[in-house]
Antibody
Framework: EVHLVESGGGLVQPGRSLKLSCAAS????????MAWVRQAPKKGLEWVAI????????YYPDSVRGRFTISRDNAKSSLYLQMNSLKSEDTATYYC???????????WGQGVMVTVSS | DIQMTQSPTSLSASLGETVSIECLPS??????LAWYQQKSGKSPHLLIY???RLKDGVPSRFSGSGSGTRYSLKISDMQPEDEGDYFC?????????FGSGTKLEIK
């Protein structure tokens, strides 16, 4: 079955940067759009970014546009999220997700925690 | 942005009961609606996409329906493993948005 494993989370001070990675396996990574979705503690889900198969097209919500950058390396079957100018409200578990039919998310990683605090 | 109003916030059901969760988008989304289940401490799992299409492997007691600005998820014959949080998500327009979630517990 599809396997997605996130890494790179941790505790970071406000204003600093962090880069998350997602290693994908057991499917043809380059055939799928990929996304990041986050969930603040005890809260709901928030979509963070999505990237096309080639990496040339990306979309973000206003809450992270200009601070976060999604990218991918198809040769390495890896997805990334570069997060700059982090704020306390970015504290969340970040999930890597594969785009499924009709821009649903049909497979999710186990998530990685990011805590932004001084 | 399309706001997704989900209700109820929580509900409890007995084993074998049928429950429904509703999602009201702030504008029409042309059936671009998915439902997810998230068990405690786990990542979400896709149940339904395109309003009513079950993901492979999802039990047939889950069903989805709706159109326009009113969508619902129905769980028939409630089972212990159905306990968890449920979220709707629209994919009609960016930014992709989720409902606030429904906590479903066994009574």
């Amino acid at each position: 079955e599809v396997h997605l494993v996130e890494s790179g989370g941790g505790l970071v001070q406000p204003g600093r940067s962090l880069k998350l990675s997602c290693a994908a396996s057991r499917f043809t990574f380059s055939d799928y759009y990929m996304a990041w979705v986050r969930q603040a503690p005890k809260k709901g889900l928030e979509w963070v970014a999505i990237i096309s198969t080639s990496g040339t097209t990306t979309y973000y919500p206003d809450s992270v546009r200009g601070r976060f950058t999604i990218s991918r390396d198809n040769a390495k079957s890896s997805l990334y999220l570069q997060m700059n100018s982090l704020k306390s409200e970015d504290t969340a578990t970040y999930y890597c997700a594969r785009e499924g039919p009709r821009i649903s998310f049909d497979y999710w990683g186990q998530g990685v925690m990011v805590t932004v605090s001084s | 942005d399309i706001q997704m109003t989900q209700s109820p916030t929580s509900l409890s059901a007995s084993l074998g009961e049928t429950v429904s969760i509703e999602c009201l988008p702030s504008e029409g989304i042309s059936n671009d609606l998915a439902w997810y289940q998230q068990k405690s401490g786990k990542s979400p799992h896709l149940l339904i996409y395109a309003t009513s299409r079950l993901k492979d492997g999802v039990p047939s007691r889950f069903s989805g329906s709706g159109s326009g600005t009113r969508y619902s998820l129905k769980i028939s014959d409630m089972q212990p493993e159905d306990e968890g949080d449920y979220f709707c998500q629209q994919s009609y327009k960016y930014p992709l948005t989720f409902g606030s979630g429904t906590k479903l517990e066994i009574k």
